[in-house]
């Protein structure tokens, strides 16, 4: 199983970024996939999660109106679209997969990708 998170970066406040997430070994379509990101000095958090439908999405507070996740079952890839970027969202992001997914966002998947770093400057 693998999953390769990209589209990291370095960003000025208010720009945007979209993740990708690749994902090989495994039935793609038949699970939810989430999205996860670290900041320094911090514990690993849920972001975002997604059904394997694409019907059913959750995002954590911190990021609800400016992250939006998505994914192309064809593709065997998960997106998060990031918007309004701000200097407090500078973290290492990871996709994972596959997990429970519900709005506790608690869920600690069975495979993580890399992880991508997204930096924001003021």
């Known amino acids: 199983v693998q999953l390769q998170a990209s589209g990291g970066g370095l960003v000025q406040a208010g720009g945007s970024l979209r993740l990708s997430c690749v994902v090989s070994?495994?039935?793609?379509?038949?699970?939810?996939i989430g999205w996860f990101r670290q900041a320094p000095g911090k514990e690993r958090e849920g972001v975002s999660c997604i059904g394997s439908a694409g019907i059913r999405t959750y995002y954590a507070d911190s990021v609800k109106g400016r992250f939006t996740i998505s994914r192309d079952n064809a593709k065997n890839t998960a997106y998060l679209q990031i918007d309004n970027l701000r200097p407090e969202d500078t973290a290492v992001y990871y996709c994972?997969?596959?997990?429970?997914?519900?709005?506790?966002?608690?869920?600690?998947?069975?495979?993580w990708g890399q992880g991508t770093l997204v930096t924001v400057s003021s």
């Open positions: 994972g997969a596959p997990l429970p997914c519900d709005s506790t966002l608690e869920y600690t998947p069975e495979h």
């Open positions: 070994g495994f039935p793609f379509r038949t699970y939810s």
